[in-house]
């Protein structure tokens, strides 16, 4: 946002990079140096900034000039990540947020108004089903939910006050996929917003906006930090509805920490490294998941025999890292799965360097009533793998040795 080095055409230190290449742009775009002339972008550990004079401190906060005030709005660690996002996407403008449900919550809140009506995919994130029924009708802000196995039910639930279009894809937990380009014809077609959760694919794997999507939604603490170390949101797109959202984050306050930032944007700097070999080793357990007679329903969008397969190949460049299964005997099995792991790691997190499994039913979604988890497919035998980056033959080894105990 403020002071970041020009990237494209244009040059950076001196030496010209095409803006087309991903792994450049996470690479390279960067705070103006200091005048220490630092080559890693350092910690800028400050709540406020100071002014030349009077008249510079009126034309900043009448927003005349484009420079940092008070680090709730901006910073130039949290403006350099926010801004390696907005290239990766293709976005026109974001804003950084201290968790992804601030940044969920936070951009809903800003667009919405008393009234107004949500149709969201009914797979989506706990925490995103809770604002839903739980705090939105506090405002007069209802929804209504459509299958992800059947879009086509969308129109039907479009009325003359809904706004939003809001969806996960690949979803949470269950790894469906729903088909971008469908969503945003429908969104363009009856004038919504349409907003995408694009957590479990990150930039580099999927872009959103080039089908349709007006805003993009990243926890970053997850795949973009990629190491289980910080929390942190992020929400790019549309400048005007990204205007709205800075306005609405600047006076509520849950913007991101400027060391989160800078630790997240380091991450971004490997993230396609990390990606490959996440997308790799996910592959082969999805694969391997398949050959057991203990396990069913299988789901990885890579995996030939994923539902949505053929809309996967058409909007990812690989599928990630999560796969699901479901494990035959229900919760008890599913806990006892658990219990007989060795190497992984039994955590509620995702997107990190060592493989985590998690048994939704018996956790993160135990608070929903059966009839609620059926409808957002989780099973009560359904395992998510969030697969990591230690070598293939040891996660699949333990994956196996608790499978047969």
């Given at each position: ?213 007006d ?23 549309r400048e ?13 306050g ?13 991450s ?40 949505q ?7 990812m460049?690989?599928g ?81 040795n608790?499978?047969?105990?």
């Amino acid at each position: 946002m403020e002071n970041l080095q020009a990237i494209g055409t244009e040059q950076i230190n001196g030496n010209a990079y095409s803006q087309e290449n991903f792994e450049t742009i996470a690479v390279r775009t960067q705070s103006e140096r200091t005048q220490f002339q630092e080559h890693s972008v350092p910690l800028f550990l400050t709540s406020s900034y100071v002014f030349e004079d009077s008249e510079d401190m009126r034309a900043s906060f009448a927003e005349e000039k484009e420079r940092n005030i008070y680090s709730r709005f901006s910073n130039p660690n949290t403006s350099e990540f926010v801004e390696k996002i907005v290239k990766m996407e293709g976005a026109e403008g974001g804003y950084a947020f201290a968790t992804g449900m601030a940044a969920v919550f936070s951009t809903l809140a800003a667009l919405l108004n008393s009234g107004d009506h949500i149709v969201a995919a009914r797979s989506i994130f706990g925490s995103t089903h809770g604002l839903f029924t739980k705090y939105f009708p506090k405002w007069n802000i209802s929804h209504s939910y459509f299958d992800v196995n059947q879009p086509e039910d969308i129109k039907a639930l479009i009325k003359p006050e809904t706004k939003v279009l809001f969806a996960e894809s690949p979803t949470n937990p269950g790894v469906d996929i729903l088909d971008l380009e469908l969503l945003g014809d429908i969104a363009r077609k009856h004038d919504l917003i349409l907003i995408i959760d694009n957590c479990f694919a990150t930039p580099y794997l999927q872009n959103p906006i080039k089908f349709g999507a007006d805003l993009v939604i990243h926890s970053a603490t997850k795949l973009i930090d990629g190491q289980g170390r910080v929390l942190g949101g992020v929400t790019v797109g549309r400048e005007d509805l990204i205007r709205e959202i800075y306005l609405f984050s600047r006076n509520t306050g849950p913007a991101l920490s400027p060391f989160n930032a800078w630790i997240l944007s380091k991450s971004l700097e490997t993230l396609p490294v990390r990606l490959e070999r996440h997308c790799e080793n996910a592959l082969k357990v999805a694969e391997f998941l398949e050959t057991l007679d203990e396990t069913e329903n299988v789901k990885y969008p890579f995996l030939r025999t994923h539902p949505q397969y053929e809309i996967a190949k058409k909007q990812m460049k690989l599928g990630g890292n999560v796969v699901a299964f479901e494990i035959k005997g229900g919760i008890e099995a599913g806990r006892r799965f658990i219990d007989n792991l060795q190497l992984c790691s039994r955590s509620a997190n995702l997107g990190d360097t060592r493989t985590i499994v998690t048994h939704p039913a018996s956790t993160t979604h135990s608070k929903l009533s059966e009839s609620e988890r059926l409808d957002a497919g989780i099973s009560d035998g359904l395992v998510r793998i969030s697969v990591g980056l230690e070598h293939i033959d040891d996660i699949i080894k333990d994956l196996k040795n608790a499978l047969n105990n």
